[in-house]
């Protein structure tokens, strides 16, 4: 666990919660899947609902799990894929958890109620649509939030000029500062070396002198 970023931990706590929470919610929601069958002559829409959201979690969550740990660079390690299928599995964890809630409230009402009719198999379906809406509510806070966290961190990365989208987690380097930008000299400002200036002769007359060139007067000796 040494040298390990904290998204990476973050990454391994969030998938094996998913799965706890999944393999849960496919127990409760198969059996009041069958109490539904037996005693009300249907099936529930948050049971069914609960069962393909848990089967989904867990026929994709452990091997993408067990396939960044034996093999680096894998498509489904992919942070783009990551963050695609991971979006997904929170809206359904989010719709299983409102869906069990919602009955819950307006179909199940008191769990007691039940007992007292002698419907005991009914109560204990009351009490489990609690549990699914609890542990599906649960795996969608946690998945939310690995979710948001990844990528935040990953638009931050791309935005330094780092590649991130197309690798994995543990490929992505999140503590990498940006490269410092490399600009070519300007020669306009760079003073030539080792030039030697030679003097230029002047021309007599200047240029642009219109008149006549003065002679010198010859002096006349002294006696």
Excluded at 76 to 85: D, G, K, Q, R
């Amino acid at each position: 666990m040494l040298g390990m970023h904290w998204l990476q931990l973050a990454r391994l706590v969030t998938l094996s919660w998913t799965i706890f929470c999944a393999v849960i919610i496919l127990g409760l929601s198969a059996d009041v899947t069958s109490v539904g069958n037996n005693n009300f002559s249907g099936y529930f829409t948050y049971g069914a609902l609960g069962i393909a959201t848990a089967l989904l979690a867990l026929l994709t969550v452990p091997p993408m799990l067990v396939i960044d740990l034996l093999r680096t660079g894998a498509f489904t390690s992919m942070i783009a894929v990551e963050l695609s299928w991971l979006g997904f599995l929170w809206i359904m964890f989010l719709a299983t958890g409102g869906s069990a809630a919602d009955s819950a409230a307006n179909f199940w009402g008191s769990c007691s109620f039940w007992s007292t009719i002698g419907l005991s198999a009914s109560a204990n379906a009351c009490r489990e649509t609690s549990g699914i809406a609890a542990f599906g509510f649960l795996a969608w806070i946690v998945l939310l939030g690995y979710f948001v966290a990844l990528l935040t961190m990953s638009i931050i990365h791309a935005t330094r000029g780092h590649h991130v989208w197309t690798v994995s987690l543990k490929q992505a380097n999140f503590d990498a500062f940006p490269d410092p930008p490399t600009t070519a000299p300007n020669m306009e400002d760079k003073a030539p070396e080792n030039v030697v200036l030679q003097p230029q002769p002047s021309a007599y007359p200047p240029a642009g002198y219109l008149g006549q060139p003065t002679t010198p007067q010859p002096g006349h000796p002294q006696v």
